[in-house]
């Protein structure tokens, strides 16, 4: 049986734009104490869209990223912001990274990254029904938008430029829930 650990103290030990580094002291039901390292995002959690032009056909886009140093493969993503909600904020990254808006938007399911050691969450959201749409966003250059058929998502998963973890996840959930629609 779980029994959750004792929090004894948690203290940051670094700040940058993005994250708080906290040394978390932690004791275990047992007695046991050690000491965790974790990345606290300092926002609301971020957005994960599947955005679809039909049942067939997802919207991806090609963008830098600073981790690998070069261009991924991903799905729309971002920040929520404060006072939004996870649907508002789906469809405001829609709109600004990729053109389009969408009338239906269906929550998948929240999702982390290496938890243990990292808190993000990352909400994963279907869009259906697209329309077109354009707003000003944050990213400092012009997004290569792509459409790929869901169809041949087994060898959509194996492209050499698609290697995050969530828009691989998203893409299977994305399609078992289009199915059973």
């Given amino acids: ?32 104490k050690r000491i ?9 959690g971020a957005v994960l ?20 140093d070069k261009y991924e493969l991903v799905l729309t993503k971002g920040k929520i912001n ?15 990274e990729i053109g ?5 938007l269906t929550f998948i399911k929240e999702m982390t990254i290496a938890p243990s050691y990292q ?23 012009l997004l290569e938008v792509v459409t790929f058929r869901m169809d041949d998502l087994e060898n959509l998963v194996y492209n050499e430029h698609l290697t995050e973890a969530r828009s691989i996840a998203a893409l299977y959930m994305a399609r078992d829930m289009i199915n059973n629609q």
């Fill in 119 to 141: 808190s993000s969450v990352t909400y994963i959201v279907l869009a259906q029904d697209l329309y077109k749409a354009n707003a000003q966003g944050d990213e400092p250059e």
């Fill in 82 to 96: 404060d006072n939004e909600i996870i649907v508002e904020a789906a469809n405001r990254e829609l709109i600004e």
């Fill in 36 to 44: 965790y390292e974790r990345l606290k995002p300092f926002k609301n």
């Fill in 1 to 32: 049986m779980r029994k959750k650990p004792t929090v004894l103290n948690i203290k940051t030990i670094a700040t940058t734009n993005f994250f708080n580094i906290e040394e978390m002291y932690i004791k275990f039901s047992n007695g046991e």
């Fill in 100 to 104: 389009f808006g969408a009338n239906k």
């Fill in 49 to 68: 869209i599947v955005p679809m032009l039909d049942d067939e056909t997802v919207l991806m886009i090609y963008e830098y990223s600073g981790g690998t």
